[in-house]
């Protein structure tokens, strides 16, 4: 199958997978999707230089992309000891204190000073495009919408598309309008951030709203081909996956976390909740003991981006070490309920092909029914 | 096109039409799709019995069935006096106050006796059932899952199909060991009672579940051909639609009230709320002044049904006559973004055929490439 999209990223199937994992994004392209590396993770921006390197020599010179997370308004900036400043006494309190009901250890000393993670900084987030662009990308998405219109012009020069994320038919047009190549139309059930208009509804409207000018992927809810084939129905150019590789073995590779992924493994479709503990602004978690304490009436107002991520990064490196999988801190969607077990990402990619091509069939048959 | 639910209700097309006016109901029939009127507005079942005389006169021999509101469990009974005296004073004065600040008038004397909505209460939906099976009705629907099983059983003896709303792989599955026969998968975006999933993940879910049992329709973010090619994809045998008729000339003509349809058809995908303020389990509203209200820090916590939709009766019709747009009172999804121009149900009707045709050309011309 051949959608706009293919031809606009050179790729075999109208498959886009997100990732924080340079393994995973690279199975996904050398399946003939399009494995999309988020950067967020990458305080130095040598480092993502180097997992570029890496990509470079194992995707067999298939397409393969990278996500920066970036605000179109620039937030507060400084350095992390800055920051540190403008974040409430209380909030640390509360964050000591649940991290102590929930026994979590504290991490060992040498690790103390690590700076949390960076990645939500727009500095920070422009040098991964710096480097980015040094290597053969062949999309820069950004998770928080438009970037600013610079950094858009600046991944033009080099012949590359930018991707954004949307949440509403008005903000696909203004990503549009600043000159932004592919909309990711992202649904209420998706994981990470999202807003409030689900998949269902939110695809055609912004399909509607922009499709005349640009591709549109959907994302939210698809780990099956038959979610895949909806979303092709709704007028979408393709599907965009994050959450559903979280369970591969290729994941568990870079990650080494196994109590997350057991977490993952025995969530159902009601195991997740939208909050905004994790960066500040609304994402869907995986619901654990530790957002739950976040919905106490005892619990403190998030702070905004980038200042709560600032607050609960040692606490997440706490929790990861902790190794307990009812106290996980993951952004995850509702098709958690259909990850019940750890398998390469080829073997998922050739299943996503199969019950694709297998609904279309179905809906052939309908069809021809009188 | 023919699916198993088309052969199981004796309909031409695999779409449902849920609405509380017989107009709209007896011309989604007329069309070839299965209306199916809402009984919980008959208070009195002598008056259900005349309409659905009505509907007998005027759906040309098609099928058509009735939705009744009756949860599995039941809830407290009484009349509406002694239910009366369970409603805390403090809620009965907030509601008082936030009429008067939002420029609600009163009821002229001689409306203030009525007695509010009864369709909510177990004995009023029993006399509905009653009623509804002496008429040819193809399929009786319980808005709250499954009935009870003498319900379902009463239903069977007339050889009449159940069906019943569910919002979980769970609750399907005891739905269909109840006796269930058909199972509307409905999802988060839908209006009125609805669960938090939605509809691109709990459709595969449910299908997964019973599909092999039941035929499974999906319901929530339905109002185009593509939407419901999507829940085809998805697996479903077809589409179950509610909002997207409030805004058609037929359901005017019923319910007369203009203030609520101009609100409907100025909303966008983005104008909801999901809030226990209606029924008193979680519904998806338009969102209001009226809704607002009841998100305020002053606002008590909405009653348990049957008493929440009690307290809010009388309000309700204060805010019908009003004839405000902004403080409607209203259920309806996240699909009231599509609704932006009042038609004739045959319409709607043929355009949802038609895109849904093209849909599927869609589909096959992008198979066909490579």
Chains 1, 2 share one sequence.
Not at 112 to 119: F, I
Not at 323 to 335: C, K, L, T, W
Request: proline fraction near 6%.
């Amino acid at each position: 199958m051949r959608t706009t999209l293919c031809d606009k990223l050179g790729i075999q199937h109208p498959i886009v997978g997100f990732t924080p994992s340079e393994h995973v994004a690279a199975e996904i392209s050398r399946a003939g999707g399009l494995g999309v590396l988020g950067c967020v993770r990458f305080n130095d921006a040598d480092e993502l230089d180097s997992v570029l390197d890496w990509m470079d020599r194992n995707t067999d010179g298939k397409p393969y992309g990278v996500d920066i997370v970036m605000p179109a308004k620039i937030p507060t900036e400084g350095t992390s000891v800055d920051l540190d400043k403008l974040i409430p006494p209380e909030h640390r309190a509360f964050v000591r204190r649940t991290l102590e009901e929930l026994g979590v250890p504290e991490l060992p000393d040498e690790q103390r000073r690590n700076s949390g993670v960076l990645g939500w900084l727009h500095s920070v987030a422009r040098s991964h495009v710096d480097v980015a662009l040094r290597h053969p990308v062949r999309l820069v998405a950004n998770a928080l919408g438009s970037p600013p219109v610079d950094v858009i012009e600046q991944v033009h020069q080099h012949g590359i598309p930018v991707a954004a994320l949307a949440g509403k038919g008005e903000h696909a047009r203004r990503h549009v309008d600043n000159g932004v190549d592919i909309v990711v139309a992202q649904g209420h059930e998706a994981g990470g951030h999202t807003g409030e208009i689900a998949t269902m509804v939110l695809v055609p409207e912004i399909v509607d709203a922009v499709g005349h000018r640009v591709p549109v992927l959907a994302a939210g809810g698809i780990g099956s081909g038959r979610q895949v084939a909806a979303a092709l129905a709704l007028g979408a150019s393709g599907a965009w996956m994050g959450s559903y590789w979280l369970t591969t073995s290729e994941y568990k590779m870079t990650a080494g976390d196994t109590a997350t992924q057991r977490a993952l493994l025995s969530a159902g479709s009601s195991d997740t909740v939208r909050s905004r503990i994790y960066t500040g602004k609304p994402a869907r978690l995986l619901k654990t003991r530790w957002t739950e304490a976040w919905q106490q009436p005892d619990a403190p107002e998030p702070l905004p981006m980038p200042l709560q991520n600032i607050l609960v990064s040692e606490a997440h490196e706490r929790i990861t070490r902790s190794g307990d999988p009812e106290v996980v801190s993951m952004p995850v969607g509702q098709i958690v309920g259909r990850m019940n077990e750890v398998r390469p990402v080829a073997d998922v990619f050739a299943d996503l092909l199969t019950e694709l091509d297998e609904t279309l069939d179905h809906l052939d048959k309908l069809r021809e029914s009188r």
